[in-house]
C-alpha cells in the first residue's frame, strides 16, 4: 500500500543489510518508527509489545524469526535441538493468534529438510518470504471476493455510500498489503464504489482510531472515528449497513475470536439484521478446533494498557493516567463470537457461510479422516 505517495509494507527483509524490519506501530499515526529485527529477542519483544499486531502480521513476523534464529550472532551453530528451542519461544510469544503457530512451524519444517547450516538459513529465509507474499495474496483475494458483497449492497442503495463499521485495525498494517476486513473496502473504492466506513477507536489500544483512520486516510477512502459504545446506536439507526472485521483464531466450525469487543458488535448487528462478515485467510483458522469459547486461549495483557492513554498534546506523544492511580484493572484482549452470529466468511478461497459443513467444503484438503 501507499503511504505519502511511497510503496510500504509493516514488514520487510532488507536485502543490503540482510535485516528484517518493521514499522513500530506503537507510535503511529504520530510518528513513523521503523526497527530492526536482528534476534529472535528482537522478533519477540516486537509481536509481545505490539509493534507489530494482527494475526497474518504476526505470522509473518514469526516466520521471519526463524530466519533471525538461523542468523543472530549467538546460534551456537543451530543444531535441531537450538533451532527447535528458538521456534517454541517464538510461538510462546502471543498466545492467541493461530497465524503465528502457523508460520513459524512453517518455516521450522522446510529448515529441517536440509542439513547444511548456509542450507538452512538459504531456506527459512525463501520460505519466510514466500509465507509473507503469500499472505499479502491471500488478502488481495480476500478483497475481490468481498467487493461481491458491498456491490450488492450499493446496487440497493442506488449508488448511495455503503456504510461499513469495522472493529480493531484489521488493514494492511495488520497483514501484510489491503487487509482482511478492510480487503473487500479498499477493492470497492478502487473500483469507484461510495463507501463510508465507522471506525471503532477500539480501546484499549485505540488500533482503530490511531491505525485503521490512519490507513483509510491515507488512501482518501471517508471514514469517521466512534466510539466503542457508539455502534449499537447507529445500527438502530440506520446508519450501518454492514460489519466487517478480521480475526485472530477461528475454529472449523465457525467461532470466532477476535479484539476485545467484537462479539457485542456481533450481537447489535443480529438484532438490527445488519451482515456481519468476518474476513480471513486460511491461515488464520484452527482446523483442530470446534469450540472457541472452551479452546481458544484468551491473552490476558497488561493492565496498564487501560490505565494509560497515548496521545500527541503540543507535539509530543505523551501518556497519561486516566483512573484513580490505586484502582485495578483487567485487560482479557480477545472475545469469541459464536458462529450463530456470523453471516458468513470471506476468504481467499470464496465467501462460506460460518457452518463446519461450508467451510470444510471450501478448504477439503483441511478435512480430517
Not at 482479557?332 to 457452518?355: K, M
Request: aromatic share 6%; net charge negative; with cysteine.
Amino acid at each position: 500500500m501507499k503511504v505519502d505517495g511511497k510503496e510500504m509494507r509493516p514488514i520487510w527483509f532488507d536485502r543490503a543489510t540482510e535485516t528484517v524490519q518493521v514499522i513500530d506501530q506503537r507510535f503511529l499515526p504520530h510518528q513513523l518508527v521503523i526497527e530492526d529485527l536482528k534476534t529472535v529477542d528482537d522478533v519477540i519483544r516486537a509481536i509481545k509489545e505490539m509493534y507489530v499486531r494482527g494475526a497474518p502480521l504476526i505470522g509473518a513476523t514469526g516466520a521471519l524469526g526463524v530466519y533471525v534464529s538461523l542468523v543472530q550472532k549467538n546460534n551456537r551453530g543451530a543444531d535441531d535441538n537450538y533451532l527447535q528451542a528458538e521456534c517454541d519461544r517464538l510461538k510462546n510469544a502471543r498466545p492467541t493468534a493461530m497465524n503465528l503457530f502457523w508460520g513459524v512451524d512453517r518455516v521450522r519444517d522446510a529448515t529441517l529438510k536440509e542439513t547444511d547450516h548456509d542450507a538452512r538459513v538459504k531456506a527459512a529465509l525463501a520460505e519466510a518470504l514466500q509465507v509473507v507474499e503469500e499472505e499479502a495474496v491471500n488478502c488481495e483475494k480476500i478483497g475481490r471476493h468481498g467487493l461481491a458483497v458491498i456491490e450488492e449492497i450499493s446496487r440497493k442503495k442506488d449508488g448511495r455510500p455503503v456504510n461499513i463499521l469495522t472493529h480493531c485495525n484489521a488493514g494492511w498494517l495488520a497483514c501484510v498489503e489491503y487487509g482482511t476486513a478492510t480487503a473487500p473496502i479498499y477493492t470497492a473504492f478502487d473500483n469507484h464504489i461510495a463507501v463510508h466506513v465507522w471506525v471503532d477507536e477500539t480501546r484499549p489500544l485505540n488500533q482503530g482510531s490511531r491505525l485503521t483512520a490512519w490507513e483509510l486516510g491515507k488512501h482518501g477512502i471517508p471514514h469517521t472515528v466512534i466510539t466503542d459504545n457508539a455502534g449499537g446506536h447507529l445500527m438502530q439507526r440506520g446508519m450501518v449497513d454492514l460489519v466487517i472485521v478480521g480475526t485472530d483464531r477461528t475454529t472449523r466450525a465457525g467461532d470466532v475470536a477476535n479484539k476485545i469487543g467484537t462479539y457485542l458488535k456481533a450481537l447489535a448487528a443480529r438484532d438490527n439484521n445488519i451482515p456481519f462478515y468476518v474476513a480471513l485467510p486460511s491461515s488464520t483458522f484452527d482446523w483442530d478446533i470446534t469450540d472457541g469459547l472452551k479452546d481458544i486461549p484468551i491473552e490476558e495483557r497488561n493492565p496498564d494498557e487501560i490505565r494509560y492513554v497515548q496521545g500527541l498534546s503540543n507535539g509530543k506523544v505523551q501518556t497519561v493516567l486516566v483512573p484513580p492511580e490505586m484502582s485495578p484493572a483487567a485487560n482479557p484482549a480477545f472475545d469469541v463470537t459464536p458462529a450463530r452470529l456470523v453471516t458468513g466468511f470471506i476468504t481467499e478461497r470464496g465467501i462460506c457461510s460460518a457452518t463446519e459443513a461450508d467451510i470444510m467444503a471450501l478448504f477439503p484438503e483441511k478435512v480430517i479422516d
